[in-house]
Nanobody, 125 residues
Framework: QVQLMESGGGSVQYGGSLRLSCRAS????????MGWFRQGPGKEREGVAT??????????YYADSVKGRFTISQDNAKNTVYLHMNFLKPEDTAMYYC????????????????WGQGTQVTVSS
């Protein structure tokens, strides 16, 4: 069983930046893809960014709404992925969840078997 521990988040103004961190308790095939989903008020959970942690891969995937503003990266030694969020907009306001699963490139939440508790990001105009 892989546990995901999130940190970061908070409140910023339009155009600001934040960094989210997610540390996995272990690496496994079933958790090689790690990334972030978000769920805004009254909205469905949606994929934001994912990264394939398999050695030699590192492929990243981004939702169209965050391309050019968000960057996902990893620190293999720490089993940690980061989400660097720049040029934040009010529509980015949501609860952000770290997730892990075996495959990237599929945004369906049920493809990810491991989830963090979530961290709130609020962007004011």
């Amino acid at each position: 069983q892989v546990q995901l521990m999130e940190s970061g988040g908070g409140s910023v103004q339009y155009g600001g930046s934040l960094r989210l961190s997610c540390r996995a308790s272990a690496y496994s095939f079933s958790s090689r893809c790690m990334g972030w989903f978000r769920q805004g008020p009254g909205k469905e959970r949606e994929g934001v960014a994912t990264l394939n942690r398999e050695y030699g891969d590192g492929t990243t995937y981004y939702a169209d709404s965050v391309k050019g503003r968000f960057t996902i990266s990893q620190d293999n030694a720490k089993n940690t992925v980061y989400l660097h969020m720049n040029f934040l907009k009010p529509e980015d306001t949501a609860m952000y969840y770290c997730a892990a699963g075996p495959y990237c490139g599929d945004w369906a939440p049920d493809r990810f078997g491991f989830w963090g508790q979530g961290t709130q990001v609020t962007v004011s105009s």
